[in-house]
């Protein structure tokens, strides 16, 4: 049986905010391993630390003190134009709150990091429109986002983050804004995303919805991880009824 090849990993991870007297202590020595292939999510109460987590992973903000690596490239000693650089390559984002550019159309949005990775013309549109009809949004390329409902928005959102292939998506909340049946189409698109291409997803999530397509079970309290094999009961502790 063949290894799994680990993507990333947080070792004594400790975010801090503030200063002085008022610290707020978002994560308390993090120990956690990403493996290609992993469709996991993380749970847990508001505030316990998973955005901010999700936001290290990504190399969005750093890590006060400890570890964290992607491709065994050492976060700690990297610039933040090759956190950047990292990002644009192998990391796609799913916003709870979609992110698209206003100015932009569905289709600019959709191609935007390809073009900053210097994709042509030709291959940028190959790419999105095969994704735009995969997706359900075919004939919606031009439309800008205030003209899309909250789902075609996702959609662009989750079109823009995969469009490039990447070895990791980090899906914050990304059912919150949309219905129930809207939400289970964008979850059955990603496991096969995970099945098919191989694409590595960590979800950050309230929704119990998402529990049923998840490989492992992440729970985050108070900035620490209590387990990465979650019972029922702690599942419904932390999920929105």
């Known amino acids: 049986m063949s290894t799994k090849k680990e993507i990333a990993s947080l070792h004594e991870v400790v975010k801090n905010y503030g200063e002085g007297k008022i610290i707020t202590k978002a994560l308390q020595g993090i120990n956690l391993k990403i493996l290609e292939g992993d469709f996991s999510v993380m749970m847990g109460p508001s505030g316990c630390g998973k955005s901010t987590l999700l936001n290290i992973i990504g190399g969005l903000d750093r890590a006060t003190s400890g570890d964290v690596k992607f491709n065994d ?16 390559q192998h990391i796609g984002f ?13 289709y600019e949005n959709a191609e935007y990091v390809l073009m900053l990775q210097g994709v042509s013309p030709t291959k940028r549109r190959e790419k999105v429109m095969h994704l735009f009809q995969e997706m359900g949004l075919d004939g919606l390329e031009n439309r800008y986002p205030r003209e899309l409902s ?3 928005q996702q959609r662009v959102a989750i079109a ?35 099945k098919n291409n191989n694409t590595t997803f960590l979800f950050s999530t309230h929704d119990p919805s998402v529990i049923k397509f998840a490989k492992k079970i992440i729970i985050l309290k108070d900035g620490i991880i209590n387990s990465e094999k979650a019972s029922s009961e702690e599942i419904e502790r932390f999920t929105h009824k």
């Not at 709870?96 to 159309?105: A, G, K, T, Y």
């Open 160 to 194: 823009r983050a995969v469009a490039t292939e990447p070895q990791l998506v980090l899906a914050d909340e990304i059912t919150a804004n949309v219905d129930s049946k809207t939400a289970q189409s964008l979850l059955e698109l990603m496991v096969a995303l995970n």
């Open 73 to 88: 490239q050492d976060f700690n000693t990297l610039s933040n134009k090759a956190l950047s650089m990292i990002r644009r």
């Open 94 to 106: 799913v916003f709870q709150n979609f992110n698209l550019l206003p100015v932009l159309n569905a």
């Open 150 to 152: 909250g789902g075609q």
